[in-house]
């Protein structure tokens, strides 16, 4: 499985942005995927989580104004996020699991101004 995220950049505090990881490989193995996000001098940690079947997961910090979604058809996941704030700057990077193993993508970086 490759994974390749985009749309990242740079807004202002209450701005919007959404990042796509698009898929491709062995589709058929994945059960969830998901974004993390990994700010300067800090631990990833998790942002969005969507299984196969549809069901969502979100980290308290994304509830309310991030939402995660699906596409299957293009093998895409998506993550818009609203209302950004400073502390959402991070390297956003995406995710795909398998019984077997996690695959990565590279991140891409989202710099919300004050």
């Known amino acids: 499985v490759q994974l390749q995220a985009s749309g990242g950049g740079e807004v202002q505090a209450g701005g919007s942005l959404r990042l796509s990881c698009a898929a491709s490989?062995?589709?058929?193995?994945?059960?969830?995927m998901g974004w993390y996000r990994q700010a300067a001098g800090k631990q990833r940690e998790l942002v969005a989580q969507?299984?196969?079947?549809?069901?969502?997961n979100y980290a308290d910090s994304a509830k309310g104004r991030f939402t995660i979604s699906r596409d299957n058809d293009k093998n895409t996941i998506y993550l818009q996020m609203n209302k950004l704030k400073p502390e959402d700057t991070a390297v956003y990077s995406c995710?795909?699991?398998?019984?077997?193993?996690?695959?990565w993508g590279q991140g891409t970086l989202v710099t919300v101004s004050s």
């Open positions: 490989g062995s589709m058929g193995d994945i059960l969830i």
């Open positions: 995710d795909a699991q398998t019984a077997l193993r996690s695959y």
């Open positions: 969507i299984t196969n079947r549809g069901p969502t």
